[in-house]
């Protein structure tokens, strides 16, 4: 599907230049993308490095693993197949925290480490698995408390109560995990009943 | 409430890094050599996401640029009307999946626009809120891990963006009308 789409976001997007006889805008985009692609990584590199560095030592010292066994109950409803006390448990419950507290920077490193816990879980090294799909859902659908960034531009520009959206955002991401939930049970469902 | 919010977010990185540099020091763990060893791991996984991220990019900005998003926007058009949608924040929505800074620009744009404290502003925020970039959480994800196969993650993905999308519209109408 990720294929059919970035296809299609390309042809069009020519087909489109073409009809409106503005080709230089193609040429400029796919450089300036590409640029865009390199200039976000390494912004990513930083944090990344960073956090990966915190967590490996949360690792090491066992904090992972206890975390992961206080909340395994929540975990073992939503990712039936990943073992108890899998080293998995543990990233995906940071990275579940993280993103509560609108710490999303901080969630990506902890969310890329469940990744490969997971990947070691998998039969099939290319096809996601259904464990990583939940995974996904989660960090797509993620219940924020603090939608910091926002609050923050709110203030920039004189917003009376900056504040005030940190309710309708709790809610609105709340329904929208429940129901990122339900239908990835629903493809999970689907998705296991074809491939037995 | 807001004292209290802006608190938690002022504390919680530190505390965070505070506790678990202690608890490590507690455990006996040679905690700046772990953590440069970990640093490490984002090295690799940053080349690793690097080549997905510009295939992405690049998609993005040509159909942006070349004009093809405000094309869709006017096919779409009818449909907003008989949901009600506002259609300023058609960009927003369509392009929040896609791109996370793209989407960050429309609504600070709509914000400095329309006000932060107007329905479209508060609608905005919430948007910009309470949905994530699924494209690009789905292309840094499986690509640090060597998906090539998404499944049916994607799907799941953009339906539960479009949730997020009604659920804003709903909450934010409901609670500030």
């Excluded at chain 1, 990506?108 to 480490?113: R, V």
């Excluded at chain 2, 507690?26 to 690097?50: H, N, S």
């Amino acid at each position: 599907m990720l294929n059919a789409i970035w296809l299609a976001l390309i042809v069009i997007s020519i087909a489109v230049a073409a009809i409106n006889g503005r080709m230089e805008v193609i040429n400029q985009a796919a450089f300036e993308g590409a640029k865009t692609g390199v200039t976000v990584c390494f912004g990513l590199l930083s944090i990344l490095a960073f956090w990966m560095g915190l967590m490996r030592i949360a690792e090491k010292s066992g904090l992972l693993e206890l975390l992961a066994r206080a909340l395994s109950p929540i975990i073992q409803l939503l990712f039936p197949d990943v073992p108890k006390g899998h080293p998995a448990i543990g990233y995906i419950l940071s990275n579940m925290s993280a993103n509560l507290l609108g710490l999303g920077n901080a969630a990506t490193p902890m969310g890329l480490k469940a990744m490969e816990e997971l990947q070691k879980l998998n039969a099939d090294k290319q096809v996601a698995s259904p464990a990583m799909c939940t995974l996904l859902a989660i960090n797509t659908a993620s219940i924020t408390i603090i939608p910091t960034t926002m609050i923050a531009i709110r203030m920039q520009y004189g917003s009376v109560n900056p504040v005030e959206i940190v309710g309708t955002t709790l809610l609105s991401s709340f329904g929208a995990t429940i129901v990122a939930l339900f239908i990835d049970r629903w493809y999970r469902y689907r998705h296991t009943r074809r491939h037995r | 409430m807001y004292q209290w919010v802006s608190l938690i977010s002022l504390w919680a990185i530190p505390i965070t890094i505070a506790f678990v540099l202690l608890y490590g020091w507690r455990k006996q763990i040679p905690v700046y050599e772990t953590f440069v060893d970990g640093a490490k791991g984002g090295l690799t996984t940053t080349i690793r996401i690097l080549p997905h991220l510009i295939a992405m990019m690049v998609a993005v900005t040509m159909f942006r640029e070349s004009g093809a998003l405000e094309l869709l926007l006017g096919m779409i058009r009818p449909v907003l009307d008989f949901l009600h949608f506002p259609e300023e924040l058609v960009p927003l929505a369509l392009l929040r999946p896609l791109t996370g800074t793209g989407s960050l620009a429309i609504a600070t744009d709509l914000i400095a626009q329309y006000g932060p404290d107007s329905f479209l502003g508060r609608l905005a925020a919430t948007m910009q809120g309470s949905t994530d970039t699924t494209l690009y959480v789905l292309t840094v994800y499986f690509g640090a891990v060597g998906i090539r196969n998404s499944a049916y993650a994607l799907k799941v993905g953009l339906w539960s963006d479009l949730a997020g999308v009604i659920f804003s519209l709903l909450i934010v109408t409901y609670v500030f009308s």
